[in-house]
């Protein structure tokens, strides 16, 4: 077994100790034999040289005192890792020869998967653009980065695009339902993106979602299935890849693609990363939590400016898992109130939130219900307090529509214009 030489590079990691080359890094005959093959391909100026670039540097990244964003850990092996990317696997050892706190490398197998990626096997980014019949399809070879186009140069006016697809049967398929969702079912939008393509992380569906193999690092839970898990630690790293470029891109999750959306979102918050609102995500028939949606996009500073981020059928995966019976809303707007209202808007905002929290109860347990418990708690006329809330709920829009300055402000709901009034009484 070797150990790898170290690259002199500008932002070399440094070593915990007196090394100074990071964490060393071991392979024995045959893989120290492929590094070095792949090693002299990535100075050519090709494609393949460029493959051989990705990989190289993602050996590199082992150096780090963190594993990388799109590594895994093995269940029941706490010291076996899975560095996974659109076209290879690394599958190593972090152990420790030297004790104390420093670790190594021993990378045990690289696989490449460029097979598995051409036959839609293995999770991988794509470049979507239209053949000759107007029609959207793959290339030949997938995008092993993703980088911005002439039609979607990734500024702020033109971002880069960019899908995630659910649990559909067909990659066509997958590829005709994104470009729907990510214009939104606007046919003009959709015209648009004929014309300028679009990028997609294309995730393989699984009958078996609960196969037992590598598990997400310090995953929340075991909700995704393999693959969505290896496609989440790719798109962290093509997250901070688009980071780093300092490009503006829009991620459209549809379905169960929102579990790998938030899950790779939710790992670059535990690393802290800033995206300073260039990148931001919608999600559209969402099966997970979108309070745990916007939770994760704010941490990660993303860009929240729009109202409508997020749409869903009244499905029950919807409703049980995107919405949480509706709690979702209300739970986004209790953490948008504590962490990141300015002081002078809370109080509006805490009226805001009284409001749709009473609206949330009264359409869960009925006028009946609230009266019920209301009459409870106070010792009161169960029939009395019906009729109370029962008019209460029915007067207060038109009651707060007809404050002085209400029509002001466009109208969301009776919670906003009440909120309005309450921090911007002088403003138009």
Known sequence: MGQLPATQTSNALQAWGKRDSGRAIFANGSQRQILDNF??????QSSAGYHAQVLIKAVDSL??????VNSMLKPNHPTRRLLVAGGFEIEYELNSYYGDCQTDVEIVAIRMVTADVAEKRHPALWQIATNNRGRFTFPKKPSPKLIPSK????????P???GINGQIAQANDAVRIMANHISRGDQSKLSVLVQSGFQLLYVPPETGAWIAGWRTLKSL??????????AARIL?????????QGLHVEWTSHGEGAWVLIEAMEFLGRGQVDLQQRQKIFLSDHTRSRFTADRARRKLNMDTQDDKWHNAAPGLTQTIGGEQLGLAPLLSAGNDLLHHTPRGDRLGKSVNLAWQTGDYLIKKWGMTGMAAG???????????????????????PTVVASLPGARNHYFKSTGDQLQQLINKPNKP
């Open 221 to 230: 839970g075991n909700y995704g299935s393999e693959q969505q898990q290896k």
């Open 236 to 244: 962290a790293q093509h997250m901070l890849e688009a980071h780093q």
């Open 160 to 162: 880069v695009k960019v």
């Open 63 to 68: 150096r780090g005192p963190a594993s990388p």
């Open 374 to 396: 209301l009459a409870a708690s106070t010792g009161g006329s169960a029939a009395l307090a019906a009729a109370v809330v029962k008019a209460l709920h029915k007067l207060t």
């Open 39 to 44: 090693r002299q391909l990535s100075t050519q």
């Open 151 to 158: 039609t979607q140069q990734g500024s702020a006016t033109s």
